[in-house]
């Protein structure tokens, strides 16, 4: 065989014609395989644009639809008056439930305060971008079956009757969870997530789903579904990502509890932009179980860093509302019981109300070796550590130990797929939006000519972009390892620092940047430092507002001169009146310490300034009058 094969080559070694031949024909190949290649992916992303218009038109259709059929309300005797309906929309989760809770009176009808929301959130749909799928008839329904239930049974039920908006990559049975993919468009779930479950089970109505980025991985909320979020402060900027939609709506009064995950800052980011409240939980101590990733069946192998599915809100005590739901007793908890791995660790509540420990040691800074902060953030760190000092705690200096080492980390592990091929295989063939150009760029260069690469960056002063191309790139199996392995490491010696200095929690910026203009975050995503590095030691953290931009505050100083630097300072013109937040975090498993924190900054600070109270849509209109339909 192998002297036949030897033979058939050498017979073509002296013919000159055959070897034009044969390589004419190879190219000839080649670029009819390209054609055919280009031709195929072109076709590919017509069909999934017209899946995603399809997809969009039938939900503006039923919200054209529901709009219609609930006006008809508006002369009804118990219909809500103008008023009222934002006093509904200022209302707290808690003060909803306990609303329902005390009296069957029309005054408290379920029925009429979700038409109310329902309303309030096709606007901000139609306004904002915010919403996904919307659940508005079935929630209506729900809602009168609720309006059923004597004051005994409602009393069982901490989240009676409160509207929830759910992230477009959570199970909700019958829509679909898309990841901003419009391959997973039209794949209703056949079951809700298990803590969407356990939120109906406490009397809560999923009646949204929060608007998100394709693939789930950049700080803004745009996709080829349900197009772009906009921030309900300036709707020239982001709500952030991935969970804006769900930020933006809490932050109009269009849902009093909104429900995100959190990878890399997921829930905190568009909670620092739309100054909002956020928690991201212990990772290892919620379940992921009906949260598929943006993969192929839902499955995302990578497990060093890994994502939390937590609550966004206008106030801590609704915040602790779902997390009592998801940790509730053992007996009752369906979390525990279908997700074994998930350690049944129930609320602590001597944590939250500081029975355990009254006075605490707080950690606090105000940038890091990484990455500083813009200047609103670090006064709005001052103002908190003042509000914490003043109810008893000792507030310290905190140094972030290797701060300039804790993001190469981040790249080494969510990049080690090498290429983004994870995110290629979950688009099924949708081209990646340019929000991933830079992202993409990184990933792509060949491992061969990164130390190369990486040496001329620093040279040319991009110390940090030098970084990222030597930590970025794909990994073998063994290389991905060592980089968890390095992993572990950092979050042990964390965890020491933490020791050494006698912490119990951590005050640091909720941000380096207040909501940024929409695209710009491809250029400066290495400085979402200040989130994902709690991602990266899956701490509990949460944020809390704080205080607005002020005139003055809208410079940017850095050691740093690099581009990043530069394009984070750009994002800072026409700043001024945008949140501002800061975070809390706690040692893994101090969930409830983490929370009491945040509740304490809460009630020291009493910020209680909203969007609706600026002029919107460059001053021609309020937010209340845009958000009307």
Not at 281 to 298: D, F, H, M, V, Y
Not at 376 to 402: C, D, I, M, N, W
Not at 578 to 594: G, I, M, N, S, Y
């Amino acid at each position: 065989m192998q002297n036949a094969v030897f033979g058939f080559v050498a017979s073509f070694q002296d013919d000159k014609t055959c070897h034009s031949k044969v390589f004419a024909g190879v190219a000839v190949g080649l670029a009819l395989h390209r054609t055919i290649s280009y031709l195929r992916r072109s076709q590919r992303q017509s069909e999934l644009q017209k899946q995603a218009e399809k997809k969009r038109m039938i939900r503006d259709q039923a919200r054209d639809a529901f709009i219609i059929e609930a006006k008809k309300y508006g002369s009804s005797p118990d219909a809500a008056t103008h008023e009222h309906a934002v006093a509904v929309c200022d209302m707290t989760a808690q003060e909803l439930a306990e609303k329902f809770q005390a009296s069957l009176s029309n005054e408290s009808s379920v029925e009429d305060t979700m038409r109310v929301l329902a309303l309030r959130a096709a606007g901000a749909g139609r306004t904002l971008g915010s919403n996904a799928e919307e659940l508005f008839s079935e929630a209506m329904e729900i809602a009168k079956s609720l309006d059923q239930e004597p004051v005994v049974q409602r009393q069982s039920k901490p989240l009676f009757g409160v509207g929830v908006s759910i992230k477009d990559c959570i199970n909700v049975r019958g829509c679909d969870s898309t990841c901003g993919l419009a391959a997973k468009t039209f794949q209703p779930a056949q079951e809700d997530s298990v803590i969407v479950e356990m939120l109906r089970d406490a009397g809560a109505i999923p009646f949204v789903r929060g608007n998100i980025p394709q693939c789930l991985m950049i700080p803004e909320s745009s996709n080829a579904i349900w197009g772009t979020a906009l921030n309900p402060w300036n709707i020239a900027r982001t709500p952030g990502g991935s969970s804006g939609g769900e930020a933006a709506l809490v932050a109009c009064g269009a849902a009093p509890i909104a429900i995100g995950t959190d990878i890399g800052g997921s829930i905190r980011i568009p909670s620092n932009c739309c100054g909002v409240y956020g928690f991201k939980p212990t990772p290892e101590r919620i379940s992921n179980l009906g949260i598929p990733a943006p993969r192929p069946k839902g499955e995302n192998g990578q497990r060093g860093i890994v994502a939390s599915p937590g609550p966004i809100a206008r106030c801590v005590a609704d915040l602790v509302s779902v997390m009592r739901v998801w940790w509730q007793p053992y007996a009752t908890n369906k979390m525990f019981q279908r997700d074994p791995y998930i350690p049944p660790v129930e609320f602590n509540e001597s944590s939250f109300s500081g029975t355990a420990k009254k006075t605490l040691r707080i950690g606090y800074y105000t940038d890091d070796a990484y990455c500083e902060s813009a200047p609103s953030f670090k006064r709005a760190v001052l103002q908190a550590k003042a509000a914490l000092e003043q109810a008893g705690h000792t507030v310290v200096p905190f140094e972030v130990p290797s701060a300039t080492e804790y993001p190469d980390i981040m790249f080494q592990v969510l990049s080690a797929d090498g290429n983004m091929q994870g995110f290629m295989d979950g688009c099924e063939g949708e081209a990646l939006l340019d929000d991933y150009k830079d992202m993409y760029r990184y990933a792509t260069i060949p491992n061969a000519v990164r130390p190369l690469l990486a040496t001329l960056l620093r040279w040319l002063g991009q110390p940090r972009a030098s970084k990222i191309v030597r930590a970025a790139g794909k990994k073998t199996a063994y290389q991905y390892w060592q980089s968890v392995a390095q992993l572990n490491r950092y979050r042990r010696a964390f965890v020491a620092k933490m020791n050494a200095d006698g912490i119990d929690a951590i005050l640091l910026p909720g941000g380096t940047l207040p909501a940024v203009p929409h695209h710009a975050s491809k250029k400066i995503m290495p400085c979402m430092s200040m989130t994902y590095l709690y991602n990266i030691l899956h701490f509990p953290a949460g944020t809390v507002p704080i205080t607005q931009v002020q005139p003055g505050e809208t410079t940017y100083s850095s050691r740093y001169t690099d581009k990043l630097a530069k394009d984070m300072a750009a994002t800072l013109h026409g700043a001024e009146g945008l949140p501002v937040c800061v975070q809390v975090a706690a040692r893994p498993f101090d969930d409830e310490l983490c929370l009491r924190v945040m509740a304490e900054v809460e009630s020291g600070i009493a910020y209680d300034t909203k969007p609706s109270a600026h002029k919107f849509n460059g001053g021609s209109t309020d937010l209340e009058t845009a958000l009307t339909v």
